[in-house]
């Protein structure tokens, strides 16, 4: 330990003797030889200085890199042209602001970091070789947004002032970077780069403050439009703009933020002209198609969340609220399909927003549609494979989707009813061809029912087993409210669809009201069926019950994979 510091102490000493060289030499420099040895010796020592500072030898880099900062800051003072030593006097200030973060000291970080970028970013500033500048600018903008991290992580764990100071600190160099490519005159590579780099930020910074500075910054660096011009250009800016709301909307949705329905209603009008206007191009990016998207999604959801506090308004004044409950619904077919579309189908948000829509589905009274049933199907094991069985979705969706099932079977079976008196009718008046298509249609009804049931069924298990496991605390008011249908009713109601299914299933078995004839040929087309019924003794759209213990088993359990 000893010989770390005596050599630590050698480090900083030689250091200190270099500036005073090079500050000696910058008020002798004469000649374009002159020029160039003092470039040479400053370069050295700021190299010298990156090496220290990746032993972690954070005092005896900072001491070399103030003796590069003070001899380029001063000659810079008596050059016209904004000095002859960029690389050198950037990457100092660069070395210091990293050092300083190492070592807590936030106050000098900040300055020198900021200080780093604008060097780099000034325009009177020559730099020989672009190439050295563009990667010095990504290596400033990453240090200081990693200190700016830093500072919210740290202010979470102290109090008052000093919480005060370490967001002040973060925010102030990270306003001189967000100004100085507001007024950039240059072009919108770098205002663009930057506002990409602060929203991949957002997410790993704790603080909900510190995330809406850098969401603030994203937004005011893609504002700006006179200086967008080539394709690329606009694109990027297509992207980072929806990217810019749609991570705003996320930060708002969890502040609890209220907005206007009609701004809400704008927003989402807004992103759907854009993303229709660019569906059709086939060269268009993907990720700017995708985050157009997505923005559009996340402005409908926030317009259902309005749409859910105004029809409650409504209701809770004594007044009609179907209009509000039917957009609200539609908002999240949309904003659902949008998720299944561009993310993964077991992704959380599109579980969640199938949910969403599942349930405004069942406010409005309009059943969700067969092929949308079908991937919703699904939804009760997603739910509870991302969310764990403590969460109250699973169930409360698999009770839904047994009444959504439930009420089709209902309607099937009418259907049925109605199609066999027709076909009884028409077979009275000798229209035989006729009689023998209600019949048929009679039939599938019957069948499709029986379908129904059995899905119904399963999700009437589902959520019987799924409710046990849910914590009934856990749930929301606004999930409380609803009254779901216990799991008694559920069964005597699934007891009277089989009953009905069986008994309309034997009538088409015999024929339905088809002629004595045409129902003869209708149960020879069907010998399986009609010999399994016939000697098994069950109802039609009822499995015999299994006399293998296994089977008894995989028939009970529900299966969560």
Not at 363 to 385: M, N, T, V
Not at 428 to 440: F, I, L, T, V
Not at 457 to 473: G, I, L, S, T, V
Request: charged share 30%; hydrophobic share 40%; with cysteine.
């Amino acid at each position: 330990m000893a010989a770390d510091d005596d050599r630590e102490r050698a480090e900083i000493a030689r250091a200190r003797d270099f500036q005073r060289d090079a500050l000696d030499r910058v008020g002798r420099v004469r000649t374009t030889a002159d020029v160039a040895a003092l470039g040479e010796a400053l370069n050295q020592a700021v190299l010298h200085a990156r090496r220290l500072l990746g032993h972690g030898d954070h005092a005896a880099a900072q001491a070399w890199a103030d003796g590069v900062v003070e001899a380029a800051a001063h000659q810079a003072a008596g050059d016209p042209g904004g000095g002859r030593y960029p690389y050198q006097h950037a990457t100092a200030h660069l070395v210091r602001g990293l050092g300083a973060t190492g070592a807590g000291r936030v106050v000098q970080a900040a300055d020198d970091l900021a200080d780093a970028y604008r060097v780099l970013r000034d325009p009177a500033v020559p730099w020989p070789r672009e190439a050295v500048r563009d990667g010095l600018i990504g290596e400033a903008a990453t240090a200081l947004l990693d200190l700016y991290e830093h500072c919210h992580r740290e202010a979470l764990g102290v109090d008052g002032d000093a919480a005060r100071s370490y967001r002040e600190n973060a925010e102030w160099a990270l306003n001189e970077a967000v100004s100085l490519e507001e007024r950039a005159v240059d072009g919108p590579r770098w205002r663009l780069a930057l506002a990409e780099r602060l929203l991949d930020r957002v997410d790993r910074v704790e603080d909900a403050q510190g995330r809406a500075r850098l969401l603030n910054g994203a937004e005011a660096l893609t504002e700006r439009t006179d200086d967008v011009l080539a394709p690329a250009d606009r694109e990027a800016l297509r992207y980072l703009s929806a990217r810019t709301y749609r991570q705003s909307m996320e930060w708002h949705t969890e502040a609890g933020t209220r907005f206007a329905g009609a701004e809400l209603a704008e927003n989402a009008a807004h992103f759907a002209q854009r993303a229709g206007e660019l569906e059709g191009r086939p060269d268009l990016e993907p990720r700017v198609r995708r985050e157009l998207n997505l923005a559009l999604r996340e402005s409908l959801t926030a317009y259902a969340g309005g749409l859910w506090l105004d029809a409650q308004a409504l209701s809770e004044a004594g007044m009609t609220a179907a209009e509000q409950f039917r957009r609200r619904r539609e908002a999240l077919q949309e904003a659902w399909r949008i998720g299944r579309e561009f993310e993964a189908p077991d992704a959380a948000r599109t579980l969640a927003d199938g949910y969403a829509y599942l349930l405004a589905a069942a406010e409005s009274g309009r059943d969700p549609a067969p092929e949308e049933a079908s991937h919703l199907a699904e939804l009760p094991k997603g739910l509870l494979r991302r969310f764990g069985a403590q969460d109250h979705r699973a169930p409360t969706a698999a009770a839904v989707l047994y009444a959504v099932e439930a009420r089709r079977a209902g309607r099937l079976l009418a259907e049925a009813r109605t199609l066999f008196g027709d076909a009884g009718r028409l077979r009275r008046e000798q229209r035989h061809d006729s009689a023998r298509a209600a019949g048929a249609k009679a039939r599938a009804a019957v069948e499709g029912a029986r379908k129904a049931v059995d899905r119904a069924e399963r999700h009437h298990r589902f959520a019987a087993k799924a409710e046990k496991a849910a914590a009934p605390a856990g749930r929301p008011a606004a999930e409380r409210a609803r009254e779901l249908q216990p799991a008694a009713e559920r069964v005597r109601e699934l007891d009277g669809l089989r009953a009905e299914t069986a008994r309309l299933a034997e009538r088409a078995a015999r024929g339905g009201g088809l002629p004595s004839a045409m129902a003869g040929r209708a149960a020879a087309a069907k010998p399986g069926m009609a010999g399994r019924r016939a000697a098994t003794g069950t109802a039609a759209g009822r499995r015999p019950a299994p006399t293998d213990p296994a089977a008894v088993a995989r028939g009970s359990r529900i299966r969560h994979g």
